[in-house]
């Protein structure tokens, strides 16, 4: 053996070769599918980019991924950006990637769509589950931020429509990494302070990068949370957030929140003064139709007890010529008459009852007369 050769150890050459690498290709991107993906309970992510004819190790730790906008999942077709090096350890050489974007779709894009199949399984969106906004809130909690356009829009419409209804402001930042804690933070403090009847949500318009956190679990699920009505309320016309369709009503603009929520007060007196109108025309109507009514049951009452009247009239006249014709009266007319002996009163039906001396009263068909018994017989 040639004393001058040098030998390397397993280290030393791992390590040449790693230094090799790493100065020959510096940082690459690489497109591949992602495949045998293991996330690991130190946030670190280990997995494989492959393509038709070789397989590539990858590993992304966990302050890298944690900024990824979407979930990686196996078949996944992307790009990652990195440095190539060797794993001492293993000795075999590996891309440490620390940025990835799917192909062919935007990172924001697909973690949209992500969140929303998620959130729509577990029944966030649900129609029956949306409470109705208050027809005339008294307060309403703002969550957005105390210097954007959107507050000074939603002030203005209050101040112009009806300003009796009181606003409560919950100051956020609205982009940023922090302003999703932040939202959710004020929608359930707003939740624990209660004495507020609905809650707009929102921020003014601008780039999907600044509307983003409205796009964020944390918001959705204290949205599906609140205790109290929540009206989405972010700057954009045409697109959907998340929170759109988590909350019970979404409003394309705060603008057109303020709208919705607070009524006009002129229209609302205007309103009430139609409504009295028709109140009083109907009360009126109704007033003469009982009127009309009572004059037709008087009528009515009246023929009934006129033909009741004549009916008694009929039966008395039947009666009282029953009991005239059964009544002594009647006999005493016929020329009879009726005698009482006295002083007891009791009328005289048999002459053995009287003797001479005793005296009687006679009832003759007009007058009566008092006579003394001389005599009686058969």
């Known amino acids: 053996m040639d004393d001058n050769k040098h030998i390397y150890t397993v280290s030393e050459l791992t390590r040449e070769a790693r230094m090799l690498l790493e100065s020959a290709f510096g940082a690459v991107w690489v497109q591949g599918e ?13 997995f494989s980019l492959k393509d038709e004819g070789a397989v590539l190790n990858c590993a992304m730790f966990r302050a890298e991924n944690q900024l990824l906008k979407f979930a990686p999942k196996d078949g996944m077709q992307v790009l990652c950006s990195g440095r190539v090096s060797i794993y001492d350890k293993q000795g075999r050489y590996q891309l440490y990637v620390q940025a990835m974007e799917p192909k062919g779709l935007g990172a924001l894009q697909l973690a949209f769509q992500q969140l929303k199949e998620k959130l729509q399984k577990e029944g966030l969106f649900d129609q029956a589950r949306k409470r109705p906004i208050p027809f005339l809130p008294r307060r309403i909690g703002i969550v957005t931020s105390p210097t954007g356009a959107a507050i000074r ?21 609205v982009q940023g990494e922090t302003a999703a804690r932040e939202i ?14 609905v809650m707009i949500v929102g921020r003014g ?11 964020e679990e944390i918001v959705a699920r204290a949205i599906f949370d609140s205790k109290i009505p929540v009206i989405s309320a972010v700057g954009h016309e045409v697109d959907f957030t998340i ?23 002129e229209k609302l007196i205007s309103d009430i003064e139609a409504l009295y109108r028709r109140l009083t025309n109907s009360f009126l109507t109704l007033v ?14 009246a023929i009934g007890l006129d033909h009741l009247i004549k009916l008694n009239k009929e039966a008395f006249n039947t009666v009282t010529g029953k009991l005239e014709a059964l009544s002594p009266l009647a006999v005493l007319s016929r020329g009879y008459s009726i005698t009482f002996k006295l002083p ?3 009328s005289v039906k048999d002459a053995g009852s009287l003797k001479g001396g005793d005296k009687v009263k006679t009832i003759l068909n007009k007058g009566k007369f008092i006579s003394t018994v001389e005599k009686t017989g058969d």
Request: hydrophobic share 40%; net charge negative; glycine share 8%.
């Open 184 to 197: 959710a933070a004020a929608i359930k403090g707003f939740n624990e302070y209660g004495n507020i009847d």
């Open 205 to 215: 318009g601008g780039s999907v990068e600044d509307l983003w956190p409205f796009n």
């Open 153 to 173: 829009d939603i002030l203005k419409i209050s101040t112009g429509r009806f300003q009796n209804v009181e606003i409560i402001i919950n100051p956020v930042k």
């Open 243 to 265: 929170s759109d369709f988590v909350a019970d009503l979404r409003a394309s603009t705060p603008s057109e929140a303020a709208k919705l929520v607070i009524p006009e007060k």
């Open 288 to 301: 003469l139709q009982m009127g009309q009514r009572l004059d037709d049951l008087t009528h009515s009452l």
């Open 344 to 346: 007891d009163g009791k």
């Open 34 to 46: 992602i495949s045998n993906l293991i996330a690991h309970s130190s946030g670190h992510m280990y």
